[in-house]
C-alpha cells in the first residue's frame, strides 16, 4: 500500500477517534443539563447574578446549533421571562450576556471608569470592544490584565481595595486582630486615604462604600455619612444601572447605617437603616435569598450590633467560617489570601487558648467565691458564670487577666451590696455599713450592729484591699481612697433609694432619679476602676476629667433605661421606683400619659445618650489624654448591659447567658 494511502487511513482514524472524543464530550454535557436541568428555578442553588441572561443566551445558541437541549419547556420560558426582567432593570452590568441589544456607546459614555473598565469587569468590558470596536481605553484595560495576569484573567479587577477591606473585617471578625494591629492599621491609613481622594474603586461600589465607611468609622477616622447620600432613596439602589444590589450590598449598607452618632448630621444613616431593614425583612418572610448562608447573615444582621459581645460573635464567625468561602456576583471570587485553611486554624487555635485562660481564671474566681464564703451572704453559685462571662465581654484581650477578675467580684459586690440596700438590711445595718467604710482604717472602733455586717463587711474590706494593692502596682501610685470613695458614692445614693424614695413614698424628679440610678448601677464605680488593671498608668486628672464624666453619665443613663424597661412590672409589683413610673405620674404637660407613652419615651432617651457614648468613643476630642482602650471600657460596658436587658433579666434569671457560658468558655469550636 502506498504510503499516502497509509498517512491519509491513519489520519482519517485521528479525526474519526477527535470526533468521537467530542461527541462523548457532547454526549457528557447533555446528560448533565439533563440530570441538573431541575437546579435552573431552584432557590437553594447558589448561582451567578445575571445567570437567567447569560444563560438565556447559551440557549440561544444552542437553538441556532439545531440542538435538542433536554429542558423542561416550562423552565425555559421561566428563565426567559425572569431574563427579560433582568435585563430591563440592569442591561448594561450583564451586557456580555445580550450581546448587540445593547447600546455599548451610550453604555460607555455613562459607565466607562477612569481604568477604562465597565464595573470593573473584564467580561463586561471585552463584551463592550467586541460590539465597539474602536474604544481605546476598553483594549488598555484588557491589556493591562493580560500583561499581570498572563494567560488567564480574574473575575474582577482590580481588587486591591476589596482585598484591603474583606482582610481587616475578617480578621477582626475572626477575633484575631490583637495580632495584626501594624498591618492593619496600615491597611486602614490606606483606605482612609483612598477615601479622601474619592477613589472610584471604593466609591463605584456599593459594597465597598458601606465597608470602608464602617471600618473607618469604628477605627476612630474621621469620615462623614454624607458620602452615603446616594443610598438614601431604595430605589435609586435597587434599579441605578451597574449598580446590580446584591444581598450583600444591602447587607452592608445596613451594618454601615447602624453607626449614627449625630441626631442631625447622620439622618442619611437613619434613611437607609429603615429601608434596608424594611428590604431585608421583607426578604427573609419571602425566603427570598440565592442560599442557606445568606439568610443566615441577614438574620444576624438585623439584630443591633450592639446587642452583643465580642467573643460570641468571634465564635460564631469561626464557626460560619470556610477556607473556600467566596462571593459570587456575575462570577465566583475568591481571595486565597483572605479565605484559607491557615488563618482558620490560627483562629481556631487561638480561640482554645483563650478558652483555656479563661477556665483557669473562672477557677479562682470559685476559691475567692468559697474563701469569701458569699453564699452566706445569699449570693447564689451562678453568678461566679454570669459576672465572669460579663468580665470576658467588657474586658475580651488576654493579657488583662486581673480586670476581668476585678470586674466580675466587683458585679458580684455590687450586686450583694444592692439587695442588703434592697430590703435584706435594716436601716440601721445600712448606716453602720457606710460608717465602716467611712472609716476604713479605723473600722474596728466602729464595731458591728449585727452578724450580717460583720459578715459582709469582712469579705467585702478584703476584697478592696487585695484589688487596691494590685491596683496600686500597676499604676505605680496610691489608689485606695478613690476606690473606697466610689464604693462610699454607691452606697450613700442607694439610701436615698431606700429611705427617702421607698420608705418615704417621695417621687423623685427625672433628672434626679437618672443621676441616683445610674450611679447605684455601677456606671462610675466599676468602669473607672476597671481603668486602673489595663496596664496603662492614667491620673486622677483624667479619671476627673469632663470627658469620663460625660462617658460615666451616658454609659449609666444606658444602663439604667435598659434595666427599667425590663423590670418595670416587677418592680411595680414591689412598689419600686422606676422611671415608667415617674414619667406616668411626672408628664410635663400635667396630665399623666400612658404606659405605652412612658416607654417610647425611655427609648427615645436611650437611644440619644447610646449614640451620645458612641460618639465619645470614637470621636477624638480635642486635647484628649485618654486612651483609647479607656473609653471602650465604657462602650463595652453598654453592650454588654443590651445583651443582658435586651430580651428579659439574664442578669437575675439567665437563659440565653447559661448558652453561652457554655459556648465561650467550656465547649471547644471542634464540636
Same mark, same amino acid.
Given at each position: 500500500m502506498p504510503i499516502q494511502y497509509i498517512i491519509s487511513f491513519f489520519g482519517l482514524y485521528i479525526f474519526y477517534d477527535y470526533l468521537l472524543e467530542e461527541f462523548l464530550h457532547f454526549l457528557s454535557g447533555l446528560g448533565f443539563i439533563e440530570t441538573y436541568g431541575w437546579a435552573v428555578d431552584n432557590k437553594d442553588q447558589i448561582s451567578p447574578l445575571g445567570f437567567e441572561v447569560i444563560f438565556s443566551s447559551m440557549i440561544k445558541s444552542a437553538e441556532k446549533l439545531y440542538l435538542n437541549l433536554p429542558l423542561n419547556l416550562h423552565l425555559v420560558n421561566l428563565v426567559k421571562c425572569k431574563r427579560d426582567s433582568t435585563i430591563k432593570r440592569n442591561v448594561e452590568y450583564m451586557g456580555e450576556g445580550v450581546g448587540e441589544l445593547c447600546d455599548w456607546k451610550e453604555i460607555i459614555k455613562l459607565h466607562q471608569r477612569q481604568n477604562g473598565s465597565l464595573f470593573d469587569s473584564p467580561a463586561t468590558t471585552a463584551a463592550a470592544l467586541i460590539y465597539h470596536q474602536h474604544d481605546q481605553k %476598553?483594549?488598555?484595560?484588557?491589556?493591562?490584565? /493580560?500583561?499581570?495576569?498572563?494567560?488567564?484573567?480574574?473575575?474582577?479587577?482590580?481588587?486591591?481595595?476589596?482585598?484591603?477591606? %474583606?482582610? !481587616? #473585617?475578617?480578621?477582626?471578625? /475572626?477575633?484575631?486582630?490583637?495580632?495584626?494591629? $501594624?498591618?492593619?492599621?496600615?491597611?486602614? #491609613?490606606?483606605?482612609?486615604?483612598?477615601?479622601q481622594q474619592k477613589n472610584e474603586e471604593i466609591f463605584s461600589n456599593i459594597t465597598h462604600c458601606a465597608m470602608a465607611f464602617r471600618l473607618l468609622r469604628m477605627s476612630n477616622y474621621d469620615v462623614s455619612s454624607d458620602e452615603l447620600a446616594e443610598f438614601v432613596d431604595e430605589k435609586r439602589v435597587l434599579t441605578t444601572s451597574g449598580k446590580y444590589a446584591s444581598h450583600v450590598e444591602i447587607l452592608e449598607l445596613h451594618k454601615a447605617s447602624q453607626l449614627a452618632i449625630d441626631q442631625e448630621k447622620d439622618d442619611i444613616l437613619d434613611k437607609i437603616n429603615n429601608w434596608t431593614r424594611t428590604f431585608m425583612e421583607q426578604k427573609l418572610l419571602n425566603k427570598g435569598f440565592i442560599d442557606r448562608m445568606s439568610m443566615k447573615e441577614v438574620e444576624l444582621a438585623l439584630r443591633k450590633f450592639y446587642t452583643t459581645y465580642d467573643r460570641a460573635e468571634n465564635r460564631r464567625y469561626i464557626k460560619s467560617y470556610e477556607e473556600n468561602n467566596f462571593k459570587i456576583l456575575k462570577a465566583a471570587y475568591r481571595s486565597p489570601n483572605i479565605n484559607n485553611k491557615d488563618l482558620l486554624i490560627f483562629s481556631i487555635h487561638d480561640f482554645d487558648l483563650c478558652q483555656a485562660q479563661h477556665r483557669e481564671e473562672l477557677q479562682q474566681l470559685k476559691r475567692w467565691f468559697e474563701d469569701c464564703r458569699l453564699d452566706q451572704l445569699e449570693l447564689p453559685e451562678q453568678f461566679i458564670y454570669t459576672t465572669y462571662l460579663i468580665g470576658i465581654a467588657v474586658v475580651s484581650e488576654p493579657e488583662f487577666s486581673n480586670a476581668r477578675l476585678m470586674y466580675a467580684k466587683y458585679v458580684m459586690l455590687l450586686t450583694i451590696v444592692d439587695d442588703l440596700f434592697d430590703g435584706f438590711a435594716s436601716k440601721d445595718e445600712l448606716l453602720n455599713i457606710i460608717q465602716l467604710v467611712e472609716r476604713w482604717d479605723d473600722y474596728a472602733s466602729v464595731?458591728?450592729? $449585727?452578724?450580717?455586717?460583720?459578715?459582709?463587711?469582712? !469579705?467585702?474590706?478584703?476584697?478592696?484591699e487585695e484589688l487596691a494593692t494590685i491596683a496600686e502596682i500597676k499604676q505605680g501610685r496610691y489608689v485606695k481612697n478613690h476606690l473606697i470613695n466610689l464604693w462610699l458614692e454607691v452606697m450613700k445614693c442607694m439610701l436615698i433609694e431606700r429611705i427617702e424614695w421607698w420608705t418615704s413614698k417621695t417621687i423623685p424628679s427625672i433628672e434626679e432619679y437618672l443621676y441616683v440610678t445610674s450611679i447605684t448601677f455601677g456606671s462610675r464605680l466599676i468602669p473607672l476602676t476597671t481603668q486602673y488593671f489595663l496596664g496603662i498608668k492614667i491620673s486622677k486628672d483624667i479619671l476627673e476629667s469632663d470627658e469620663i464624666c460625660g462617658? %460615666?453619665? %451616658?454609659?449609666g443613663i444606658v444602663m439604667r433605661l435598659l434595666n427599667d424597661l425590663q423590670t418595670y412590672k416587677r418592680e411595680q409589683g414591689e412598689s419600686s421606683m422606676n422611671l415608667v413610673t415617674i414619667l406616668m405620674t411626672q408628664s410635663p404637660r400635667r396630665t399623666n400619659i400612658c404606659e405605652e407613652e412612658a416607654i417610647m419615651k425611655i427609648k427615645e432617651i436611650l437611644e440619644m445618650n447610646r449614640r451620645e457614648l458612641l460618639k465619645m468613643v470614637l470621636v477624638q476630642k480635642k486635647g484628649s489624654q485618654l486612651p483609647q482602650l479607656c473609653k471602650e471600657i465604657f462602650w463595652r460596658t453598654s453592650k454588654m448591659v443590651y445583651f443582658t436587658y435586651s430580651h428579659g433579666d439574664e442578669y437575675r434569671f439567665p437563659e440565653e447567658m447559661k448558652n453561652h457560658i457554655d459556648e465561650v468558655i467550656y465547649k471547644p469550636l471542634n464540636h
Amino acid at each position: 500500500m502506498p504510503i499516502q494511502y497509509i498517512i491519509s487511513f491513519f489520519g482519517l482514524y485521528i479525526f474519526y477517534d477527535y470526533l468521537l472524543e467530542e461527541f462523548l464530550h457532547f454526549l457528557s454535557g447533555l446528560g448533565f443539563i439533563e440530570t441538573y436541568g431541575w437546579a435552573v428555578d431552584n432557590k437553594d442553588q447558589i448561582s451567578p447574578l445575571g445567570f437567567e441572561v447569560i444563560f438565556s443566551s447559551m440557549i440561544k445558541s444552542a437553538e441556532k446549533l439545531y440542538l435538542n437541549l433536554p429542558l423542561n419547556l416550562h423552565l425555559v420560558n421561566l428563565v426567559k421571562c425572569k431574563r427579560d426582567s433582568t435585563i430591563k432593570r440592569n442591561v448594561e452590568y450583564m451586557g456580555e450576556g445580550v450581546g448587540e441589544l445593547c447600546d455599548w456607546k451610550e453604555i460607555i459614555k455613562l459607565h466607562q471608569r477612569q481604568n477604562g473598565s465597565l464595573f470593573d469587569s473584564p467580561a463586561t468590558t471585552a463584551a463592550a470592544l467586541i460590539y465597539h470596536q474602536h474604544d481605546q481605553k %476598553c483594549y488598555q484595560y484588557l491589556n493591562s490584565i /493580560l500583561k499581570q495576569h498572563k494567560n488567564w484573567v480574574p473575575t474582577m479587577y482590580p481588587t486591591k481595595v476589596h482585598s484591603l477591606l %474583606c482582610l !481587616v #473585617d475578617t480578621l477582626q471578625n /475572626l477575633g484575631v486582630h490583637r495580632h495584626f494591629k $501594624s498591618e492593619i492599621k496600615k491597611a486602614l #491609613d490606606e483606605i482612609y486615604s483612598l477615601w479622601q481622594q474619592k477613589n472610584e474603586e471604593i466609591f463605584s461600589n456599593i459594597t465597598h462604600c458601606a465597608m470602608a465607611f464602617r471600618l473607618l468609622r469604628m477605627s476612630n477616622y474621621d469620615v462623614s455619612s454624607d458620602e452615603l447620600a446616594e443610598f438614601v432613596d431604595e430605589k435609586r439602589v435597587l434599579t441605578t444601572s451597574g449598580k446590580y444590589a446584591s444581598h450583600v450590598e444591602i447587607l452592608e449598607l445596613h451594618k454601615a447605617s447602624q453607626l449614627a452618632i449625630d441626631q442631625e448630621k447622620d439622618d442619611i444613616l437613619d434613611k437607609i437603616n429603615n429601608w434596608t431593614r424594611t428590604f431585608m425583612e421583607q426578604k427573609l418572610l419571602n425566603k427570598g435569598f440565592i442560599d442557606r448562608m445568606s439568610m443566615k447573615e441577614v438574620e444576624l444582621a438585623l439584630r443591633k450590633f450592639y446587642t452583643t459581645y465580642d467573643r460570641a460573635e468571634n465564635r460564631r464567625y469561626i464557626k460560619s467560617y470556610e477556607e473556600n468561602n467566596f462571593k459570587i456576583l456575575k462570577a465566583a471570587y475568591r481571595s486565597p489570601n483572605i479565605n484559607n485553611k491557615d488563618l482558620l486554624i490560627f483562629s481556631i487555635h487561638d480561640f482554645d487558648l483563650c478558652q483555656a485562660q479563661h477556665r483557669e481564671e473562672l477557677q479562682q474566681l470559685k476559691r475567692w467565691f468559697e474563701d469569701c464564703r458569699l453564699d452566706q451572704l445569699e449570693l447564689p453559685e451562678q453568678f461566679i458564670y454570669t459576672t465572669y462571662l460579663i468580665g470576658i465581654a467588657v474586658v475580651s484581650e488576654p493579657e488583662f487577666s486581673n480586670a476581668r477578675l476585678m470586674y466580675a467580684k466587683y458585679v458580684m459586690l455590687l450586686t450583694i451590696v444592692d439587695d442588703l440596700f434592697d430590703g435584706f438590711a435594716s436601716k440601721d445595718e445600712l448606716l453602720n455599713i457606710i460608717q465602716l467604710v467611712e472609716r476604713w482604717d479605723d473600722y474596728a472602733s466602729v464595731g458591728y450592729n $449585727s452578724e450580717r455586717v460583720k459578715v459582709f463587711f469582712s !469579705v467585702f474590706y478584703k476584697s478592696i484591699e487585695e484589688l487596691a494593692t494590685i491596683a496600686e502596682i500597676k499604676q505605680g501610685r496610691y489608689v485606695k481612697n478613690h476606690l473606697i470613695n466610689l464604693w462610699l458614692e454607691v452606697m450613700k445614693c442607694m439610701l436615698i433609694e431606700r429611705i427617702e424614695w421607698w420608705t418615704s413614698k417621695t417621687i423623685p424628679s427625672i433628672e434626679e432619679y437618672l443621676y441616683v440610678t445610674s450611679i447605684t448601677f455601677g456606671s462610675r464605680l466599676i468602669p473607672l476602676t476597671t481603668q486602673y488593671f489595663l496596664g496603662i498608668k492614667i491620673s486622677k486628672d483624667i479619671l476627673e476629667s469632663d470627658e469620663i464624666c460625660g462617658l %460615666c453619665n %451616658c454609659t449609666g443613663i444606658v444602663m439604667r433605661l435598659l434595666n427599667d424597661l425590663q423590670t418595670y412590672k416587677r418592680e411595680q409589683g414591689e412598689s419600686s421606683m422606676n422611671l415608667v413610673t415617674i414619667l406616668m405620674t411626672q408628664s410635663p404637660r400635667r396630665t399623666n400619659i400612658c404606659e405605652e407613652e412612658a416607654i417610647m419615651k425611655i427609648k427615645e432617651i436611650l437611644e440619644m445618650n447610646r449614640r451620645e457614648l458612641l460618639k465619645m468613643v470614637l470621636v477624638q476630642k480635642k486635647g484628649s489624654q485618654l486612651p483609647q482602650l479607656c473609653k471602650e471600657i465604657f462602650w463595652r460596658t453598654s453592650k454588654m448591659v443590651y445583651f443582658t436587658y435586651s430580651h428579659g433579666d439574664e442578669y437575675r434569671f439567665p437563659e440565653e447567658m447559661k448558652n453561652h457560658i457554655d459556648e465561650v468558655i467550656y465547649k471547644p469550636l471542634n464540636h
